[in-house]
């Protein structure tokens, strides 16, 4: 016998629903076990320090362990690639920099796809990169530096976190804006260039914001600029190069989340949600202050436009200058 028409279409929506069901359940359960958030770099980093913070929270939130694994190596590639092959189930995320993005387009070839084998997840933050040089650089300002490099007083030479890092361009996108000569000095990571700096080793540095403050704040560096569309909180007295009269020089560093694709969008939501909690919470609010980030929490597709946009502007600089790696 035929079915009543209104029996028949609540089994329709039924039978539609059932293929999302096994999404849903493991969404409610999960994590189910400790998730390991893998972070490309060495321990005690920017990256490393900041994925602590938050992971201790995304513990308590979650009720379940989040624990950080280092795995360092290659621009950050190696432990990205790990992350790319690992189940889809959300107990395997990545905190990752710029170099996600800037990685494919600077390297002939990467063990990863940013967009085929990730999910985003959240920007988590920005900090600052900031221009700096050694306090016996006769330049108290940006166009006093560079007058001095067009009169032959110093040299364009400028260190960075490393070849193909954010503070590498950022640092050959200031030169090429002015035709200067560039002589880069990449550096295994922003804290033994920062300690070059100090000492006098290289007059000019680009760097993000949490290894420099300590040393700006104790006069052993000049903070010269910062490269944002805004000035950094922790150095509000620092002046944007816009504000200093360039405004070609500009970029951000950032950290992401992200997870394999494939991953379920009800697990990218629950991460997502939990994210932008903890860092809206006033204590990592205070303690990222300090430190030089400034929490975002933004949605997904917000942040894939943004890796799309950081792959586009770090590709004109790369091909202008180019740019090789070592």
């Not at 980093?45 to 602590?52: E, L, V």
């Not at 290659?74 to 107990?91: L, N, R």
């Not at 960075?160 to 000569?181: I, M, N, P, R």
Request: hydrophobic content about 45%; proline content about 10%; overall charge positive.
């Amino acid at each position: 016998m035929p079915l009543p028409r209104r029996a028949f279409l609540r089994l329709a929506t039924a039978a539609a629903a059932l293929p999302a069901l096994p999404h849903v359940a493991a969404a409610q359960s999960y994590p189910s076990r400790p998730v390991r958030v893998v972070v490309p770099f060495a321990p005690g980093g920017p990256t490393d320090i900041f994925a602590r913070l938050i992971v201790q929270k995304l513990s308590e939130q979650f009720g379940k362990q989040f624990y950080i694994e280092n795995v360092a190596g290659a621009s950050g590639s190696i432990g990205t690639a790990q992350v790319a092959k690992a189940p889809p189930d959300g107990h395997t995320i990545l905190f990752n920099v710029n170099s996600f993005a800037i990685n494919p387009i600077f390297y002939d070839k990467v063990p990863y796809d940013p967009f085929r084998d990730f999910e985003p997840v959240t920007l988590a933050a920005t900090n600052h990169v900031v221009f700096v040089s050694n306090p016996s650089v006769p330049a108290r300002t940006v166009a006093e530096l560079v007058a001095l490099i067009k009169s032959g007083g110093v040299r364009y030479t400028f260190g960075s976190g490393g070849t193909g890092s954010v503070t590498h361009l950022v640092g050959a996108q200031f030169g090429l804006s002015l035709g200067f000569d560039a002589v880069h000095v990449p550096y295994n990571g922003a804290g033994p260039m920062i300690a070059a700096c100090v000492a006098g080793h290289i007059p000019l540095a680009f760097s993000s914001t949490p290894p420099a403050i300590p040393q700006i704040s104790e006069g052993r560096l000049r903070a010269l600029a910062v490269t944002g569309k805004t000035r950094s909180p922790s150095l509000a007295d620092v002046p944007t190069m816009a504000e200093a009269g360039y405004p070609e020089t500009k970029g951000d560093q950032w950290v992401g989340v992200l997870a394999p694709a494939g991953t379920p969008k009800e697990i990218i939501a629950a991460l997502n949600r939990e994210l932008a909690k903890a860092l809206a919470s006033p204590d990592i609010k205070e303690r990222f202050a300090v430190i030089g980030f400034v929490p975002v929490g933004s949605s997904p597709e917000d942040f894939r436009a943004l890796i799309k946009s950081d792959m586009e502007t770090w590709s004109k600089v790369i091909r202008a200058g180019n740019l090789k790696p070592d």
